[in-house]
């Protein structure tokens, strides 16, 4: 499997951004997406989570009412559309991606298997 992460860029803050993030390969042993930011010098730090069908989503509490987690099966893509972007938001965001459980939404970036190569977001106040 291999995920291509695209959309980032700088944006003012109260702006918005759509992150893509496109899946190839084995698609079919993939059955939850997420999507991860990480900062110089800190973790990665979980954002959100779907699973392939789209049926359960899980969102980091600072993000919630303003991120949005979705997926295009036809396109295999996964999308994170960011609104009322904050200066605290700038990271680069990953992409992630993990069979196992179709139900099951970690928080941690060890129990996702495959992964992209990122794109920087910058939120300037």
């Known amino acids: 499997v291999q995920l291509q992460a695209s959309g980032g860029g700088l944006v003012q803050a109260g702006g918005s951004l759509r992150l893509s993030c496109a899946a190839s390969?084995?698609?079919?042993?993939?059955?939850?997406m997420g999507w991860f930011r990480q900062i110089p010098g800190k973790e990665r730090e979980f954002v959100a989570a779907?699973?392939?069908?789209?049926?359960?989503?899980n969102y980091e509490d600072s993000v919630k009412g303003r991120f949005t987690i979705s997926r295009d099966n036809t396109r295999n893509t996964v999308y994170l559309q960011m609104k009322g972007l904050k200066p605290e938001d700038t990271a680069v965001y990953y992409c992630?991606?993990?069979?196992?459980?179709?139900?099951?939404?970690?928080?941690?970036?060890?129990?996702?298997?495959?992964w992209g190569q990122g794109t920087q977001v910058t939120v300037s106040s």
């Open positions: 992630g991606g993990r069979g196992g459980s179709r139900w099951y939404l970690p928080r941690t970036d060890r129990e996702y298997d495959y």
């Open positions: 390969g084995r698609t079919f042993s993939i059955h939850a």
């Open positions: 779907i699973t392939w069908s789209g049926d359960n989503t």
